[in-house]
């Protein structure tokens, strides 16, 4: 599929639907991150497990049914796998500050042919809309990574590592979005 004169259809799925999604939005998964050896494995493992935490939502932006792009996030808690990570790997006021309670954003990915023309950002704003809550995230720590640019650009900030090579990001409630208030993708 050609992105040139396509304009993605952005939809928010919340819960109940996820499990028809995972087979959509697993070849563009598998595509940016690989990991699981097949789409049933991501779904259990992953996306179904996230999907089962309160707050869950997952953005889709989609050309002729096609997942093109996608963003998910849930509310995060103490106790919860990487809420602990994070809080062994940072600094006791830091983890005070902005673990649990806190939006965690999980997951967003556009396909290849598909970049560089603002759907990324907008997956961002569409994932976030309306969460109004500190929101952290764990990323590659590399400040020239398409992702990390992103998410400076949308007002994230490094907050530690979290291991070698990755860092943790937080960003406060009242940020403003990226592109919700301006124009759609191009
Ligand atoms: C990170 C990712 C989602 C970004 O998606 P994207 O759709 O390319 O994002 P955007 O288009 O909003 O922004 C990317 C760049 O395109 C630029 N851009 C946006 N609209 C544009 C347009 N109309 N014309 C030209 N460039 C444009 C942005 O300014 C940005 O440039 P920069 O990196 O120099 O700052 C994508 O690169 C990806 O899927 N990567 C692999 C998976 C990944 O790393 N996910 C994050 C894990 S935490």
Known sequence: MTSDS???EITV???PEVSALAELVWPTYREAFGGFPNMQSFQSEL???HAAREGFRLVTA???GEVVGFSWGYIGHRGQFWTELVSEALPHDVVEEWVGGH???AEMAVSPSFRRRGLGAFLHDHLLTDVGRRCLLSTVDDPNDP???LYRRAGWQRLGVLKSGTQVMG?????PLLTLVRQ???
């Open 6 to 8: 396509l304009k993605p």
């Open 62 to 64: 989609s050309v002729a």
């Open 47 to 49: 996306l179904g497990r």
């Open 147 to 149: 992702a990390v640019r």
């Open 103 to 105: 939006f965690e954003f």
């Open 13 to 15: 799925h919340t819960q």
């Open 184 to 186: 759609d993708p191009t």
């Open 171 to 175: 960003r406060h409630a009242e940020t």
